[in-house]
């Protein structure tokens, strides 16, 4: 779960050095029932497989491309590979569009309240001693300094976690993600990107959480005693086999796992904010504003399957739905 926070994080690092962050498949290291009931589930979804996506009513089509937000070793390949269909659309849509973003960064620049926190306890008095130790420890293998750290939000904070150690110090939060280059291209060929939704309603969605759902997210993350550059690695390869509901149905095993008696509560509710109300949002926008129009949108894997993906949302409203070959 702590991964799919790092969607906020909008970050031209080369993707080759993501090559030295190896790891172990923590889900083929699975016991094998617990690794089958894993994939039976993942499969039960709807769109389980897949990255490149076509919606089609009538003279409306949208064609969605499932992103990783930060760079990887496929990210120049999975932009050559969408770079078509880029400049066949009408228009081109972002989670949040590149000119949104620059808004964003210089807004959180001049109002540092939007991301840490400027009265109050801070990280150290919120979390105690001990686990502060135990951030601490694992902000200085990320390359941030403790001092800077401790006035994360917990929720930023627990979106720190969600990177890998590795991937940080191979520039994940310097280098530009497909989103970004997504963007890039699209307004170099005349047609700049739209944002799906307002950046203010996010981030006022991450504030929502309950300051104690916030500060669990960072415990759940001392209760594993697994390596995040193995969780890392294992989501990054995952994501490039394009087994995208395998990612989702995996983080709600380890938050299960890891929770306690309150963790489907959490995640449901995570779920609910981070996807579904979105996903939603999202399809409404694209209704509305879409019609007649060839669209490509650029949104995160985790929005397409499922029953409340965007995928399944446009097939119920009477688009034709099908998946289209990433690499010809």
Same mark, same amino acid.
């Given at each position: 779960?702590?991964?799919?926070?790092?969607?906020?994080?909008?970050?031209?690092?080369?993707?080759?050095?993501?090559?030295?962050?190896?790891?172990?498949?923590?889900?083929?290291?699975?016991?094998?029932?617990?690794?089958?009931?894993?994939?039976?589930?993942?499969?039960? +979804?709807?769109?389980?497989?897949?990255?490149?996506?076509?919606?089609?009513?009538?003279?409306?089509?949208?064609?969605?491309?499932?992103?990783?937000?930060?760079?990887?070793? +496929?990210?120049?390949?999975?932009?050559?590979?969408?770079?078509?269909?880029?400049?066949?659309?009408?228009?081109?849509?972002?989670?949040?569009?590149? @000119?949104?973003?620059?808004?964003?960064?210089?807004?959180?620049?001049? *109002?540092?309240?939007?991301?840490?926190?400027?009265?109050?306890?801070?990280?150290?008095?919120?979390?105690?001693?001990?686990?502060?130790?135990?951030?601490?420890?694992?902000?200085?293998?990320?390359?941030?300094?403790?001092?800077?750290? @401790? !006035?994360? !939000?917990?929720?930023?904070?627990?979106?720190?976690?969600?990177?890998?150690?590795?991937?940080?110090?191979?520039?994940?939060?310097?280098?530009?993600?497909?989103?970004?280059?997504?963007?890039?291209?699209?307004?170099?060929?005349?047609?700049?990107?739209?944002?799906?939704?307002?950046?203010?309603?996010?981030?006022?969605?991450?504030?929502?959480?309950?300051?104690?759902?916030?500060?669990?997210?960072?415990?759940?993350?001392?209760?594993?005693?697994?390596?995040?550059?193995?969780?890392?690695?294992?989501?990054?390869?995952?994501?490039?086999?394009?087994?995208?509901?395998?990612?989702?149905?995996?983080?709600?095993?380890?938050?299960?796992?890891?929770?306690?008696?309150?963790?489907?509560? =959490?995640?449901?509710?995570?779920?609910?904010?981070?996807?579904? =109300?979105?996903?939603?949002?999202?399809?409404?926008?694209?209704? *509305?504003?879409?019609?007649?129009?060839?669209?490509?949108?650029?949104?995160?894997?985790?929005?397409?399957?499922?029953?409340?993906?965007?995928?399944?949302?446009?097939?119920?409203?009477?688009?034709?739905?099908?998946?289209?070959?990433?690499?010809?």
């Amino acid at each position: 779960m702590l991964r799919f926070l790092t969607v906020l994080v909008l970050c031209a690092f080369p993707a080759a050095g993501f090559a030295n962050c190896s790891g172990t498949d923590m889900i083929a290291a699975l016991p094998k029932s617990e690794r089958a009931a894993l994939l039976s589930a993942a499969e039960k +979804q709807a769109f389980p497989k897949g990255l490149l996506w076509r919606a089609k009513r009538d003279d409306t089509q949208i064609t969605f491309f499932g992103t990783y937000h930060f760079p990887h070793e +496929q990210t120049r390949a999975h932009l050559k590979a969408v770079k078509p269909y880029i400049e066949a659309a009408d228009s081109v849509y972002l989670e949040v569009s590149n @000119a949104d973003s620059a808004k964003m960064e210089r807004e959180m620049a001049q *109002d540092p309240s939007l991301m840490f926190i400027t009265e109050g306890p801070t990280l150290p008095e919120l979390l105690g001693d001990e686990d502060w130790t135990l951030f601490s420890s694992e902000m200085r293998a990320r390359g941030i300094p403790p001092f800077f750290a @401790a !006035k994360f !939000k917990p929720t930023w904070a627990a979106m720190m976690l969600g990177i890998g150690p590795c991937e940080a110090r191979s520039g994940a939060l310097e280098g530009k993600g497909i989103d970004t280059l997504v963007g890039d291209y699209a307004a170099e060929i005349g047609n700049p990107s739209r944002s799906l939704e307002d950046y203010r309603d996010l981030i006022t969605m991450l504030d929502s959480f309950p300051m104690q759902d916030q500060l669990d997210m960072i415990r759940m993350f001392f209760a594993w005693s697994g390596s995040p550059d193995d969780m890392a690695y294992t989501l990054r390869q995952r994501y490039m086999a394009q087994e995208v509901a395998l990612i989702w149905a995996f983080s709600q095993k380890m938050t299960l796992d890891l929770g306690g008696e309150d963790a489907m509560e =959490d995640f449901k509710l995570f779920e609910q904010k981070m996807l579904t =109300d979105r996903n939603v949002s999202w399809v409404e926008r694209l209704l *509305d504003e879409a019609q007649g129009q060839k669209v490509f949108a650029a949104v995160g894997a985790a929005h397409l399957p499922g029953e409340i993906g965007v995928l399944r949302l446009l097939e119920n409203e009477g688009f034709e739905v099908s998946r289209l070959e990433l690499f010809q």
